[in-house]
């Protein structure tokens, strides 16, 4: 296997576990907290699409899909363009509020898909390019990339679990 085939099947695991934590469920459970201080499905899945998108985005040279396919108006959430949810309070988390399941999975499916044309074109030089130099070691575009993949799994597990509390709490 290959880096790309590799960073493919990751993210493509990721894509999996999106869409069985939020496929079928009505918004108001798409809403729901565990607690005041816990995410959201919607939360975690906005912002486990909203740092792909701006990070791979940022390694590959191209425009978030967030406003070049204008998921910004469609989602019309009350934050600036750039925001990926790091740092929200429990207020921000509350705000993300969707309609319809398929409007998340939309965009993480756009999101996946511009992620896919960037990472299968990747070869193993590729990864060795460093892609910020703020970080002490400066960070290449392997280490971000992994970066991206380990803040996705951790959110789409968190999402299958809230979504496993509420599947067990209408049973």
Known sequence: ???ADLLVEGFSRVQGTVHAAVDGLTAGQLGTRPDDEA???AWLVWHLSRV???HVADVAG???VWTGQ????RFGLPFPAGDTGYGHRPADVEAVRVDEP???TGYYDAVHEQTVRFVAGLGEKDLDRIVDEAWDPPVSLGVRLISVLDDDIQHAGQAMYVR???ERQSS
């Open 1 to 3: 296997m290959n880096v």
């Open 39 to 41: 995410n959201s499905i």
């Open 52 to 54: 792909q998108d701006d």
């Open 62 to 64: 191209t425009e978030q």
């Open 70 to 73: 204008d998921w910004l108006s």
């Open 102 to 104: 398929d409007l998340l």
């Open 164 to 166: 496993g509390l509420l």
